[in-house]
């Protein structure tokens, strides 16, 4: 099974971020700074060039069905100037909203974390991004002087169009049906947001690193893997049926859905994430903490 998953575009992302913003002006502005970040990682794509090597279908179908995810990330390329480029906008997008991060900022930008007196050297900060290794963040964040979660949300932007580049390689390279795991199987991540496909309802997930979709059973916890019906629930809110949370009793874990097929318009899974803000809430107010990351609250793990 291949899922044939088309990469976003602006428009795409505009037509629904207008959408959302009629019908929720108080969330104007998260919506803003997500359409700056967008138009930023998407700027860049076409220059990354991630050197890593597509697959053959039986090698890769070896690896899913082993249950090793194909992409690891620390061996994609990063070009240490464009990163430079890349972090430097997405900073410049934060002072703006901002302006009180802006001599924090400006520090963080010419750390000898990020430009190391050995030109041919990966900057510490790169390396330590690509294995996600969160404690040198929290320490990082410590020693600047930066709220931790203000440098992680950072960070989780600007890798991530490098890591979506290299997931073009390889989606569609392997047969979906033989994932058994809730990590994305191409980057290891967690999933950020579940959808109900209007074709044929499947459930996707969607990588919050990489962005690729991946399908997973409808009954079974993205967390804990549990299948036990009577433990997993789902409730709306706002009387709207196609935005619904799923929540697992046994981990106390919750994932938010949109059920594409209630709806009349070709949706955009982080547009969703974030019009459905709400629903985090609700689900806090219950008891229950996010699967994996919830947009502009970003962990690194
Ligand atoms: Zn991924
Ligand atoms: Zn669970």
Redesign the pocket.
């Known amino acids: 099974m291949k899922l044939g998953q088309k990469p976003a575009t602006i428009a795409e992302i505009n037509r629904e971020t207008d959408f959302y913003k009629k019908q929720s002006p108080e969330l104007s502005d998260l919506f803003d700074l997500y359409r700056s970040l967008f138009a930023v990682e998407l700027s860049y794509l076409p220059k990354i060039k991630p050197k890593v090597k597509k697959p053959k279908e039986e090698k890769a179908n070896k690896s899913i069905d082993e249950g090793d995810h194909l992409l690891d990330t620390k061996s994609i390329y990063v070009k240490s100037d464009l990163f430079r480029v890349v972090i430097s906008d997405i900073c410049a997008i934060i002072e703006e909203k901002s302006p009180e991060f802006k001599k924090v900022l400006d520090a963080f930008l010419s750390h000898a974390d990020l430009n190391p007196k050995n030109k041919k050297e990966t900057p510490p900060f790169i390396e330590n991004l690509q294995a996600f290794k969160t404690e040198y963040f929290t320490k990082l964040a410590e020693a600047i002087s930066l709220n931790a979660e203000v440098l992680f949300f950072i960070a989780y932007h600007a890798i991530s169009p490098f890591?979506e580049k290299a997931?073009f390689v390889f989606r569609d390279s392997f047969d979906y049906s033989r994932w058994e795991r809730s990590i994305?199987p191409?980057?290891?991540?967690k999933p950020a947001m579940a959808m109900l496909s209007k074709e044929n309802g499947l459930r996707i997930l969607q990588?919050s690193?990489?962005?690729?979709w991946w399908s997973y059973p409808r009954l079974k916890c993205v967390v804990c893997g549990n299948d036990n019906d009577e433990t997993l629930e789902y409730f709306y809110a706002r009387e709207d049926e196609a935005h619904r949370v799923n929540v697992c009793n046994k981990c106390k874990k919750y994932i938010k859905t949109t059920d594409a097929r209630e709806l009349d318009r070709d949706i955009n899974l982080e547009v969703e994430d974030l019009a459905t803000f709400y629903l985090d809430v609700v689900a806090k107010e219950r008891g229950y903490t996010s699967a994996g990351r919830i947009t502009f609250a970003t962990r690194i793990e």
């Open positions: 890591v997931s994305c191409i980057c290891g991540r990588c690193l990489c962005r690729s």
